[in-house]
């Protein structure tokens, strides 16, 4: 399954930051936030809140796209529901990486989110 695979992309279990990024946004608003624009199908926003590796990831699985959001359209797809029951755990944080388990009853699973602070912000990793 396609959707498996990117969120494998953006939910690679890699250890990762200290306090909260420029921004003000938490590992956890990060997670939180990557998984409402993939529900609601913003792949801009997807893309930038995901690290180089995460789009290169998605690039990857994509057939050919040039950019992350058409990637994240094709491997992701459309406005996906699956993702709107995403619970988002506390985050370990670890100088300036970060690891924020989630929970979901529609995927049937838990798994563990690693983020790297780049410019003051949290990005969701691929690595």
Known sequence: ????????AL???AALAAGCGGDDRSPEDTVSEVYAAIADGDFETVCSLTDESAQQSLIDQSDGAESCEDAAAEVIGEEDDTFDDVEVGE???DGDTATVTI???SLGETDEVGLV????EWKVTGE
Do not use: N, Q, V, Y
């Not at 399954?1 to 494998?8: D, F, L, S």
């Not at 602070?117 to 003051?120: A, G, M, T």
């Open 1 to 8: 399954m396609r959707t498996r695979g990117a969120i494998a």
């Open 117 to 120: 602070l780049e410019d003051d």
């Open 91 to 93: 985050a370990d944080i």
């Open 103 to 105: 929970t979901s009853d």
């Open 11 to 13: 939910a690679a279990a």
